[in-house]
């Protein structure tokens, strides 16, 4: 008999775009669990992340409110005061976990988060010092575990691994009452290596048709200015500081993990490797996934797998994620309902700001009135618009643009120079920006400096044309921008658009 109230796994990774398994049309990656999981999963093929960045985005998926309102609309910002996440609004009722990477987020007064709520927590991105230093496992920088450690450990020694036996723990421990266990693996996240980089032969990685394609001239100046970082620093991982060491990064990279992306070639060996990783937490999700099945909970327990952002790798000429194309904003969202037998694919597009309100019906519990999203649908009768927010510079003082480096550097690098002048550079990369996704396929962002885009994604998909710009789509853009504006009233978001 199905409980009164169902568990929950909740499975959160990093990184991970929507091409990564079977159900949205990736034939190759070898991902066995999450093909079987969505066969009796809601498949959800057009997910969107609230902002396509760590902090922002898991902002919006614990709380059911957008950046804008939760406060932080950028990595390093903690959230305003008296935000409520998910974990404190599920009664007490249920055992409540947390085991895995917060992603930069905070509350108001700079703690963890989530923290408040949860009966037992376990934050790392690699297993914890005291685990790896038992596996004579030693910094790479020769003081501090960083995430480039990651190179050097075996599946077994891997976080996803580490992790895999924390929940089934946590399950078995817990398996006669209701709970609600959140899992967050860092990987896919780049530096793209990991113990299989192997499993998939770069020669068979298909590349999506606007790989190295370098962005066209109607295009964002940020998108120009980044690409043009990547082809002034063609080698994988080699260019961004650890702890402010650059030499401990280029120590490691020996001649097999120097990777030149200005390649066709390079990208298939970085898309081999990132494709690895997935797999490596599609391996860890076999072994909970066992656990639930050992312990018969299983059916009665709600799964939910998703991820806080995608990754450009190699599309448009980018590498890293913070673009509002398809491959940085574009995620898996699968839901195994409880006791869900068949796959149920929705087509329409949706948006992680549903994901919170969702989850609270599914555990029988009350939403809140704030919230800014409504339940995910369970069919294709329902058409709503999805938004995505771009907040500026991110990061910090460093950004999360890895160009931004330089375009802070006097006197200004000749490659960004060819570009524009370091005002209009800086300009474009603290622009903000409002992105709609229409049932009918319009994709329009509405820049704060002007630099918008458009596109048809029934008929160019790779947002390779920009529309933007072209007379015969006034109507269209004038659609969209009232849309934004009424989105924007709605949730009283106070981002002045031209």
Not at 351 to 368: E, F, G, K, Y
Not at 417 to 428: I, N, Q, W
């Amino acid at each position: 008999m199905p409980r009164k109230n169902p568990n929950l796994l909740f499975i959160l990774t990093d990184e991970q775009r929507f091409d990564t398994m079977l159900a949205y049309g990736n034939k190759a990656i070898l991902t066995p669990t999450l093909n079987k999981l969505s066969n009796h999963s809601t498949i959800y093929e057009k997910a969107y992340v609230a902002q396509p960045v760590c902090a922002p985005g898991r902002s919006t998926i614990y709380s059911g409110l957008y950046p804008h309102t939760n406060g932080v609309i950028n990595n390093g910002v903690n959230l305003n005061s008296g935000i409520q996440l998910l974990p404190e609004l599920i009664s007490n009722d249920y055992t409540k976990g947390f085991i895995g990477r917060t992603g930069n987020l905070s509350t108001s007064d700079g703690k963890i988060a989530p923290m408040r709520g949860l009966d037992s927590t376990e934050y790392f991105n690699l297993p914890p010092e005291e685990v790896l230093k038992k596996q004579n496992i030693h910094p790479i920088d020769g003081s501090n575990y960083t995430n480039i450690d990651r190179v050097n450990l075996s599946e077994n020694q891997s976080g996803p691994s580490y992790l895999a036996e924390q929940a089934t723990k946590f399950i078995r421990k817990h398996q006669n009452e209701p709970f609600a266990l959140f899992c967050s693996i860092y990987e896919p996240h780049s530096p793209y290596f990991g113990p299989l980089n192997h499993l998939h032969d770069p020669d068979n990685i298909p590349l999506r048709p606007n790989v190295l394609i370098p962005p066209e001239s109607t295009k964002p100046l940020k998108n120009k200015m980044e690409a043009a970082y990547f082809e002034k620093h063609p080698l994988h991982g080699t260019e961004i500081p650890i702890n402010g060491k650059p030499q401990f990064r280029r120590e490691i990279m020996n001649d097999e993990r120097k990777i030149n992306h200005n390649t066709k070639e390079g990208y298939k060996k970085i898309i081999a490797n990132y494709w690895g990783n997935c797999s490596l937490v599609d391996r860890s999700l076999e072994k909970i996934f066992n656990e639930l099945q050992h312990c018969n909970l299983y059916d009665d327990t709600t799964i939910i797998f998703t991820s806080e952002h995608g990754a450009m790798l190699g599309s448009h000429n980018l590498l890293y994620k913070c673009f509002l194309y398809e491959e940085s904003a574009r995620v898996p969202l699968l839901i195994k309902y409880p006791n869900q037998k068949t796959k149920l694919p929705i087509k329409n597009p949706v948006s992680h700001i549903d994901v919170a309100p969702t989850i609270l019906d599914l555990l029988n519990q009350p939403t809140p009135n704030n919230f800014q999203g409504k339940l995910l649908p369970l069919d294709d009768k329902q058409l709503s618009n999805v938004i995505v927010e771009w907040n500026g510079w991110n990061g910090g003082s460093g950004g999360n643009f890895v160009c931004s480096q330089d375009a802070t550097k006097d006197p200004y690098p000749e490659y960004l120079a060819k570009l524009s002048s370091k005002d209009a550079g800086l300009e474009s990369l603290l622009q903000k920006s409002r992105t709609i996704i229409t049932p009918q396929g319009w994709k329009f962002t509405w820049s704060s400096i002007e630099e918008n885009e458009l596109y048809n994604l029934n008929t160019d998909p790779f947002e390779l044309t920009n529309l933007a710009f072209n007379n015969s789509f006034a109507n269209i853009i004038a659609n969209c921008k009232k849309s934004i504006l009424a989105w924007q009233e709605n949730t009283n978001d106070l981002l002045k658009l031209p």
